[in-house]
Nanobody, 127 residues
Framework: QVQLVESGGGLVQAGGSLRLSCAAS????????MGWFRQAPGKDREFVAAVSWSGSNTYYTDSVKGRLTISRDNAKNTVFLQMNSLKPEDTAVYYC????????????????????WGRGTQVTVSS
């Protein structure tokens, strides 16, 4: 059984930074692709970023390129989302997800690519 637990959310002013973490259980974390999604109030959940099993490949939605960075530490079974230059439109619940199958990195931009999900952490950016 895989469990994903997000942390690091909170309230921040526009232009500020946050670092989200997602701690994963499971012996084979280093073989999973990992992704971050977000869901703003009244909107569908959307893709934010993905990282390959090795960490060598990453993929981002256009609206976060240059501001958000996904990374992973396989020794600690943890994936991160460094969020800089935050905007009010980044306000959402952020979810991490794990994908057990290997594909091209762009494959992981859709929810159906993932097998396990965390419960989310709230990020609120004030203007």
């Amino acid at each position: 059984q895989v469990q994903l637990v997000e942390s690091g959310g909170g309230l921040v002013q526009a232009g500020g930074s946050l670092r989200l973490s997602c701690a994963a259980s499971g012996r084979t974390f280093n073989s999973w692709a990992m992704g971050w999604f977000r869901q703003a109030p009244g909107k569908d959940r959307e893709f934010v970023a993905a990282v390959s099993w090795s960490g060598s490949n990453t993929y981002y939605t256009d609206s976060v390129k240059g501001r958000l960075t996904i990374s992973r530490d396989n020794a600690k079974n943890t994936v991160f989302l460094q969020m800089n230059s935050l905007k009010p439109e980044d306000t959402a619940v952020y979810y991490c997800a794990a994908a057990l199958e290997r594909h091209d990195i762009t494959w992981y931009a859709v929810e159906s690519a993932y097998d396990y999900w965390g419960r989310g952490t709230q990020v609120t950016v004030s203007s």
